[in-house]
């Protein structure tokens, strides 16, 4: 017994540690800064081996965002690039007015990753000031280096998606709304202010 404490306590130590450092979002770079502000992670674990059953990140993609993404890609690719970036950068280059998400999900079980399809065991919706939105659309994206670099939260183990819902006014950022996903894996609220 008092090994697993001990080893809980050095671990707690270690993770604190890595945290602190805040390696996921580059505090210096500007698009890192514009990244976190409009990223929410949510965690969900199996209370009886403390294992995750489920991890959700979603970005909102906000003009700012938008911005930000656009000015992060032209110094990436200076030159522009005219074939495979520019399609993957499209969704978050171009202008859209309905609510518009990065969701990138992680589930212990591979079936915990589906989302918006008949397989699917989430349910995914956006809450407004308690009115209910269920996605318009949800496209699966392959994850590539592409999208590591620019979410860089991101590791191979996640299952990327864009989510749009058919919702206009979240660009008035004084509305607080929250990404909320519930199923089997647990579930709760990415609140977003």
């Known amino acids: 017994m008092k090994k697993r404490v001990l080893w809980l306590l050095v671990l707690s130590l270690f993770s604190g540690t890595a945290l602190a450092k805040d390696t996921v979002f580059p505090v210096q770079d500007p698009y890192g800064k514009v990244l976190r502000r409009y990223t929410k992670k949510g965690e969900y674990y199996n209370w009886q081996d403390l294992q995750a059953t489920l991890m959700i990140y979603a970005t909102y993609a ?9 000015a992060e890609y032209d110094k990436v690719y200076p030159l522009g690039q005219d074939q495979r970036a520019k399609e993957r950068a499209a969704p978050w280059l171009a202008s859209d007015p309905q609510a518009t998400f990065f969701v990138a999900l992680y589930g212990r079980k591979r079936e915990m990753m589906e989302l918006g399809n008949e397989k699917s065991l989430q349910d995914l919706s956006l809450d407004v000031g308690g009115q209910i939105y269920k996605p318009k659309t949800v496209e699966k994206i392959t994850l590539t280096p592409f999208e590591l670099y620019f979410f860089n939260y991101l590791n191979l183990w996640y299952q990327g998606y864009r989510v749009v819902f058919p919702y206009e006014g979240l660009r008035d950022r004084q509305i607080p709304f929250s990404l909320r996903i519930h199923g089997v894996a647990g579930g709760g609220a990415l609140k977003f202010h």
């Open 62 to 70: 906000s003009d700012e965002f938008r911005e930000a993404f656009r």
